[in-house]
């Protein structure tokens, strides 16, 4: 039986609901742990994670078994559960529906790890808007305005 062989790096991001910063240092770490359970749980691998007070980048590589839409689901619905919970947030905490995946050569491992974790100091100069269109724009993904996340900048 053949087997099946890939090479596939995602780097995911994905925002609060209403854009709100509710994800605090007091937890963070906590958080991209659970995060990374996640993803591990379901044979990928996370090379960095990043988790802003108002958004998400999680960089993977992808097991063959899993479709990225079903990783986003398990990881999005296992952090809001557990984030409920431990009822770090009040109210009830959700992320936005949807994300963006985008996806790179293994040459850009280094690259794509060390933007994630640079993320405080990127949104100095930079707003999430701002880079997630430009991130659109690089990748050549066709969109419309109306379906991108909410915008409060």
């Known amino acids: 039986m053949a087997n099946t062989y890939t090479q596939l790096y995602v780097q995911f991001i994905f ?60 990881v999005k619905s296992g952090s809001s559960n557990w984030l409920n919970a431990k009822k770090y947030i009040r109210g ?13 050569s293994k040459s850009h491992i280094d690259k794509v790890v060390k933007y994630v974790l640079n993320q405080p100091e990127h949104h100095k100069k930079q707003s999430f808007r701002e880079e997630y269109l430009l991130l659109l724009e690089k990748f050549g993904i066709e969109y419309d305005s109306k379906y991108l996340f909410e915008w409060y900048d």
């Open 15 to 74: 925002s609060v609901q209403g854009r709100e910063n509710l994800i605090r240092e007091t937890f963070r770490d906590e958080l991209e742990k659970v995060m990374c359970g996640i993803i591990n749980n379901h044979k990928c691998k996370a090379y960095a994670i990043y988790c802003n007070p108002d958004h998400t980048h999680i960089f993977v590589s992808m097991h063959p078994t899993i479709a990225p839409s079903k990783l986003m689901e398990q």
């Open 92 to 104: 009830k905490f959700s992320w936005q529906a949807g994300y963006g995946g985008f996806t790179y």
